[in-house]
């Protein structure tokens, strides 16, 4: 299992070290909330910062969601677990956070849980990384044997529906969905500013909550996640009325990865898929 | 006058209020549990804490049509939308949230003037309020004691409902509640055992403990505007928040809206819907400039409204201590410890 507490205590060391020696200027990582079960996200600016990070089983926000926050050239260390350093390949990759300016802190973890439900968050619900795919500092052991199934199992069940089970399952989650935009905003790939949601000319979707907006939304932004989403989980986590939007990025995740070869953010080299050609890319899209 | 009918009765209770009219009661769906107009007695649950939206909603709809229109070839057709003034009952509120109404009243009632969408709503409803578990503990979010309101305090409801001992004690809070009561054919007389039962576990919820601080109206409204400059604490407390709506969404005292035309084809209508101050584009104006472009100075908008310009505007904090907000949002935000905080300055 995970040694929170070791990893909690090299965590405070390195981020102390880190910012007194001046080789960053910011560290993002966690603090303690107003319980032990609701760490906060927490940019620790000064060595005496260091004091008031933590890291439990219930640290599962993606801090590279804050990367793109600021401009490229500062210094900032992040500390990253499996998926988390996923994002943080991909926004390499993408261009938006350049390498050079990071220390990645590297989080080996399993067993984080889901803090309303008190759930291990497993492969269900975020991808199978537990130690992240990219460090500099690691702050602790990487975790072997663990037994982690595929991200995509979790499909099966959707994948058997037909079509129109598919749209209907879809449409009643749909109907839930409150507009708080709360899963753009915890997302680490969404970084469009304005998004279109936001845009007024032209209005690309009804701003009230009706069905066909709701759908615009979700859908726009599903594919334009496609091959982009690191499965972190924290979308579906930050939803307040539980919508399982992890399946549907998964799902698109999986036809890409089966289409092109490559899982999004594992390979600081890759170019993203939507963004390369290859001559043996797949063109199964445009069969059928 | 105190009723009363058993727990596993329950499902008569409901029948009984449907045959009245509309009924919005706690449903659990996969969004857990939330207030919903019941078509199914069966579908009403007493197994809750509370809801994760707040029940705003019965009477300030996410999305309400005011005008529907049709576009013709010289001349749009207009029509406001009739006013929704069905009797209905909500059950199932807690006390907490029951005074939330109150404040909204001043908002929506007080400020000179009468909003009819919320009017014709709200007078036409009555209020069932419902004693939180007196003997297990708040959740750790709350802060409900706070402001001074226990776990099962009946004020503010028309009937107040408890559980006591395999039945569920109803009582009549004002005179529209004991109209209710005495309508309804399927509940028993309380007797003293009853009376005894229901002022012992409205004592009892005095005793409930939520977090809480000492937080004046006036002083914290006044701190609020003196440290308003003071951007190394906003930006110190608010270095988490991602800017979304979800707090706002399930306040049961946030009632900022937004007004749009939408339409489709020739059809379409004007719609007011929530909106959140969190959000970029709330203070966004037309030319493009953006009073309030960073996340802080949004953050600061809500607490400063909810803790010091609402009670300069209307004499008391937006804010039930409900908790919702901070159970909700995706960053384990803490309003409560930043107003204390902010109190503390």
Redesign the interface.
Known sequence: MTAFKKIEDNLRKEAKSLLESGKVTLVLAYAG???E???????AKAAADADRLVFNEYCT?NMA?YLTRYPKGTRIAVAVKGADSRAVVQLIQEGKVRRDDLVILGIPAAGMKN??TGEIIDTRTTGSAINPVIHDILLGDEIHGVKAGSPYDVLAELEGMDKDARWAFWKK?FE?C?????C???CPMCYCD?CFM?A?RPRWA?????G?GTLMYHLTRFYHLAGRCIDCG?CS??C????PLYLFHKEVAKECEVMFGQAAGMNIEDKPAMANYKGEDSDQMLGS | MLKKIAIDQFSELVKALLEQGLLYAPVKGTDGVNFRAIQNPADVTLDYYNTVLSPKAVFFPQSEDLIRYRIKKDTPEAQPVPLENRPAVILGVRPCDVRSFEIMDRHFLGAGVIDPYWKSKRDSTTVIGFAFDVNAAADPADFYNTFGYGAADPEGSDVFMIRADGNLLLRGMTDRGEKLLASLGCLQAGDARDEKAFDETVKKGKAVRTRSAEINDKEIAKKLVDIFDNGEFWQKVTMACIACGACTFVCPTCYCFDISDETLFKEGARKRFWDACTFTDFTLEASGHNPRPRIFQRYRQKVCHKYSYHVDKYGCISCVGCGRCIRSCPVNIDIFGIVVEAGKL
């Open positions: 909330g107003f319980d079960k609701h760490p906060v996200p927490y940019v926000h969601r803090q309303k989650e839930k409150i507009r708080c935009y709360a753009r905003k915890a304005p936001d007024s009804d701003k009230s909550p009706t066909d924290e986590r930050a307040p009325v539980d919508i």
